[in-house]
């Protein structure tokens, strides 16, 4: 039995999605669309469909989406809550997947050990402690939720994982509904 986790790093401009089985890569995509308001979000949605639809697994144990960062504001807020929505909508629906959503300075910490750091840590200690090469931060946030989400996945299935104990402390503060 495999363990399937999609990790999703959604954005306006640049939206990682990786799909990882047993904790290792097997897609990864990068999504940009140039289009505007409602047609932006409608083409990003449609690309996440089809890059799952089409991807390399048969089934999704798990997604794990990074929460907002609350230092955005006005219209993006708006539409990057529509754009989340929809793509929960899209993956209940079709896949009838667990949702985790993890907040950046969680997700920051689970990667580097610290809350507060900037995205070229995240590419740095994701090649460093995973011994996977990533060139795009969108790449790393989503590689890094879908690591979560599979520790999460692992430990409550009481599966054998290495984490250390920052790691361990996170995956504790989601099992009790803890956010950072």
Avoid at 17 to 45: A, M, N, Q, Y
Avoid at 110 to 115: A, D, L, N, R, S
Avoid at 135 to 145: E, Q, S
Wanted: proline share 1%.
């Amino acid at each position: 039995m495999s363990v399937n986790i999609i990790g999703i790093d959604p954005s306006l401009t640049a939206t990682g999605i990786v799909c990882l089985s047993d904790g290792k890569i097997v897609d990864k995509k990068l999504i940009v669309s140039k289009k505007k308001d409602i047609e932006r979000l409608l083409d990003i949605t449609n690309q996440i469909t089809e890059f799952i639809d089409h991807g390399k697994v048969s089934k999704i144990d798990m997604n794990v989406i990074e929460g907002f960062a609350f230092g955005a504001r006005g219209q993006s807020m708006f539409d990057l809550g529509m754009l989340s929505g929809i793509i929960r909508q899209y993956l209940y629906k079709n896949w009838q997947c667990r949702f985790l959503v993890i907040q950046p300075t969680m997700l920051k910490k689970f990667i580097t050990g610290k809350g507060n750091c900037e995205k070229s840590l995240i590419l740095k200690e994701t090649y460093k402690r995973y011994k996977v090469d990533i060139d795009d931060d969108n790449i790393a946030d989503a590689y890094g939720l879908a690591m979560v989400g599979y520790a999460k996945f692992c430990i409550d299935n009481k599966i054998d994982i290495k984490l250390n104990k920052i790691q361990k402390e996170i995956i504790q503060k989601i099992n009790k509904g803890g956010i950072e």
